[in-house]
């Protein structure tokens, strides 16, 4: 059975983790994977994680299933969360939110229930999306297409652009949006922008397809809702794919929530029933222990709070990085303009860099960054920058 097949190479993203790994120049800088770093390079455990699970572990008393909606407590708290306590559609009862296995899980459930609904359905998404967009979606059947959305020459948002593919969708198409900290590009619609993106969708009819993956990574965890508000409250029909991946800083837990809003309540019931059924044949049920650490955080007023505080750490520190690196490149003899760095959010940027200019960096210098030329910026600290800038300016002097 499988003697016709041969080996393929890495996912982009993941295939880093493991040549960095085997790399033993003690100079080497992971700029790969999406991952939040320290000054000293680690990932940590949240504070209020590590409270949160100590609770749990003196508290849980079995590990039986809980069925497929998981923790109940969880998908509550993270409606509440995403939409806002006070959101019409919560009131009406239109949302639903199921716990899925990581955000990447959310998408594949939004993928599958797509097929269900309308399997002719087509997914439009940003020019350029996270790679594992184009991986995922075509995996389950659903034809992916594009809309214009970064511009290379200024490292900016083709608003324009994106206005006028956005009026061409229609009833039946799903566009995909990722709500803050764009990955790959780092650029997001400022809030002006957003409320006449919300404003097309309503109009035209398409159903609107939210990725946020990093909330709380750009102006903060509320601000961050912001599309998916205005979406709920313009739009009849939503999918909200969350994580607590990054902003848990929770990754290996797998801890996701798929949301639909719908027309009313009785069709929201019903679209519950149809996520149970597609993911009772993929992975049964989700797995509950990270979840359950989110419910704790987020139904104590404490532990929440702390929760917002250290969100804003990790913010605070990729936007003061941002800023250094921006700068360091400037003082530099590097000619071209980098301040794009500086005015970006969240965890990713493109660095402009030909694919030969990101292998001489892994070659030469050990420093890991997707061949897309993206880098994540969270991975810098004081000892790599100079190191990092100095490689820089050799592979785009030469
Ligand atoms: C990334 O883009 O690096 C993250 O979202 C992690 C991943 O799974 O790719």
Excluded at 11 to 27: C, F, H, Q, R, T
Excluded at 32 to 41: L, S, T
Aim: hydrophobic share 40%.
């Amino acid at each position: 059975m499988f003697e016709h097949l041969k080996a393929i190479p890495p996912d982009p993203i993941l295939g880093i983790i493991a040549a960095y790994a085997a790399d033993s120049n003690p100079k080497k800088i992971d700029l790969g994977i999406g991952v939040y770093r320290d000054e000293h390079g680690n990932t940590p455990m949240l504070d209020c994680v590590v409270e949160a699970e100590k609770t749990l572990l003196s508290t849980q008393t079995t590990k039986s299933y809980l069925g497929p909606p998981g923790v109940v407590g969880f998908n509550t708290a993270m409606s509440q969360l995403i939409f806002g306590a006070d959101s019409n559609a919560l009131q009406q009862g239109r949302i639903r939110t199921v716990q899925t296995p990581g955000g990447t899980g959310a998408l594949r459930v939004a993928a599958d229930l797509m097929k269900v609904a309308m399997p002719e359905a087509e997914l439009w998404a940003s020019d350029p999306t996270w790679a594992n967009h184009h991986a995922l979606f075509p995996a389950a059947g659903v034809n992916m297409h594009s809309y214009p959305y970064f511009d290379v020459e200024s490292s900016s948002l083709r608003f324009d652009a994106m206005i006028e593919g956005l009026q061409q969708r229609g009833v039946g198409d799903v566009v995909l949006f990722h709500a803050c900290c764009h990955n790959p590009c780092g650029v997001s619609p400022d809030p002006e922008q957003w409320q006449i993106i919300a404003d097309i969708a309503a109009e035209r009819g398409f159903t609107p397809m939210v990725d946020i993956a990093y909330m709380g990574f750009e102006r903060g965890v509320d601000e961050d809702c912001l599309s998916v508000r205005l979406f709920a409250e313009q739009c009849h029909e939503l999918i909200v794919a969350s994580s607590c991946s990054k902003n848990f800083a929770m990754y290996r837990e797998r801890v996701g929530a798929i949301s639909i809003i719908t027309r009313d309540a009785e069709k929201a019931a019903a679209v519950e029933s149809v996520i149970h059924n597609v993911t009772r044949p993929n992975y049964s049920m989700p797995p509950t222990h990270g979840p359950a650490v989110v419910d704790i955080i987020l139904h104590s007023k404490e532990l929440a709070a702390q929760w917002v505080e250290e969100v804003a750490v990790m913010r605070n520190r990729i936007n003061s990085l941002r800023k250094t690196l921006s700068a360091k490149i400037a003082a530099s003899q590097i000619q071209r303009d980098f301040s794009f760095l500086a005015r970006q959010s969240g965890m990713f940027s493109f660095l402009g860099l030909s694919v030969e200019q990101v292998h001489r960096l892994r070659d030469e210098y050990s420093i890991y960054v997707v061949n897309s030329s993206r880098v994540n910026v969270a991975s810098f600290n004081q000892g790599n920058m100079d190191y990092f800038v100095e490689a820089l300016a050799t592979v785009l002097n030469d």
